[in-house]
């Protein structure tokens, strides 16, 4: 049973700082890309980035304009976003996921962690 628990969330300034953690188990983490996704208030959930599943590829929405950075330790089973210049519209709960294809092979099983909240007001 597939299994993410994020964590780093948090309340913080404009500009500021902070470092989102996702724990993942119940899949060979290592083989698959993975995504940080955010829903905001009233939003749909929204790709933020991926990242291939040896880490040597990454790809970021237009929204984060240079400001995240996802990483990724397969010895620990964890993904992470380091987001800096953080922004109020940036406000939301973020998740992490294994890619789309990982789901392909295991139709009717999507799941979601909890997420951790992201909030960014002055």
């Known amino acids: 049973q597939v299994q993410l628990v994020e964590s780093g969330g948090g309340l913080v300034h404009p500009g500021g700082s902070l470092r989102l953690s996702c724990a993942a188990s119940?899949?060979?983490?290592?083989?698959?890309?993975m995504n940080w996704y955010r829903q905001g208030p009233g939003k749909e959930r929204e790709l933020v980035a991926g990242?291939?599943?040896?880490?040597?590829?990454?790809n970021y929405a237009d929204f984060v304009e240079g400001r995240f950075t996802i990483s990724r330790d397969n010895a620990k089973n964890t993904v992470y976003l380091q987001m800096n210049s953080l922004k109020p519209e940036d406000t939301a709960v973020y998740y992490c996921?294994?890619?789309?294809?990982?789901?392909?092979?295991?139709?009717?099983?999507?799941?979601w962690g909890q997420g951790t909240q992201v909030t960014v007001s002055p």
């Open positions: 996921n294994a890619d789309e294809f990982f789901w392909t092979l295991n139709p009717g099983t999507k799941s």
């Open positions: 119940g899949f060979t983490f290592g083989f698959y890309d």
């Open positions: 990242i291939t599943s040896g880490g040597g590829r990454t």
